[in-house]
């Protein structure tokens, strides 16, 4: 059975003053019915970009889908007309921004908010709109749900908001959600909380779920394959369990080292990055990562290492090196 969601050599471009911007550079993956996928990454790595991608909300100009596939659900979204694209979004492919404030609209109610979903995509009446709007935000976890209905968005937390974002990407029973760093502005507490509830309405609902997010630590315990980004492509991906215990890819690594731990002393100091991310304009015909990579040799100046299987099952490096890397016990404790 082919997977709900593969992406095939997806090439997505900026043109600016400065240049071209490869900003996903012939990236490819698949996710599965009911499976949750993580796609992590620092900020620039093209990890919205890919997102955006996927529903075709890339501006034009000055963006551009140059080149690829998008298959979903046995369709090339890619040949599809924008009318109907406007019928996935929503109804077929929910999406969780990163900001809620800024998504949701501040003079409109949150019921009406729901509401407008449910009548665009599904034809239903107001009465029966609001009805399921009341069962959206009983089931995302916001009590007082027909005083909630009639309020606006600065009337409500951010924790909150973010609620109504995930009913509203709810609210037409898509096949798959797309949240895009869903909990970047959200403190500790509430961003467990949300991971929590977009993870079991995954599993109630059997709806596949894809999470962007540039915190590995944050998705250790919800997504069931990763894909690492960097410079617009895939570095790494595989099983959770095979990036976080023995990953290949030197950037993998690193972000690794960069995440608080609770079996280190609490005196340990993190181990940051080096350096500072590329510039896509500037890139040469070596490894991206290279400038800050403390693994690299003279042959990852020459060539752009091909994503290519490490030896145990689905799990892939973009690294001349990641056979001598070894387990993550011995590289990144």
Known sequence: MPPLLEVRGLHTEFRTGAGRVPAVDGISFAVEQGETVAIVGESGSGKSVSALSILRLV??????????????????????????????????????????????????????????????????????????????????????????????????????????????ALACDPKLIIADEPTTALDVTIQAQILELMKSLSLRLNIALIVITHNLGVVARYAGRVNVMYAGRIVEAGS??????????????????????????????????????????????????RPRCRFAVESCGQAVPPLAPTGEADHFSACFRSAELGAARDVAA
């Open 240 to 289: 959770a369990d095979a990036i976080y215990h023995d990953p290949r890819h030197p950037y993998t690594i690193a972000l690794l080292r960069s995440v608080p731990r609770l079996d280190r002393p609490r005196q340990a100091r993190l181990d940051p990055v080096d350096g500072q991310p590329p510039d896509l304009t500037r890139l040469d015909g070596g490894c991206a990562f």
């Open 59 to 168: 501006a034009d100009p000055p963006g551009r889908i140059t080149a690829g596939e998008i298959l979903f659900d046995g369709r090339d979204l890619l040949g599809l007309s924008e009318e109907e694209m406007r019928q996935i979004r929503g109804r077929d492919i929910g999406m969780v921004f990163q900001e809620p404030m800024t998504s949701l609209n501040p003079v409109l109610t949150i019921g009406r908010q729901i509401t407008e979903t449910l009548e665009q995509h599904q034809g239903a009446d107001r009465p029966s709109a609001e009805r399921r709007a009341l069962e959206l935000l009983d089931m995302v976890g916001i009590a007082d749900a027909p005083r909630r209905l009639k309020q606006y968005p600065h009337q409500l937390s951010g924790g909150m908001r973010q609620r109504v974002m995930i009913a509203i």
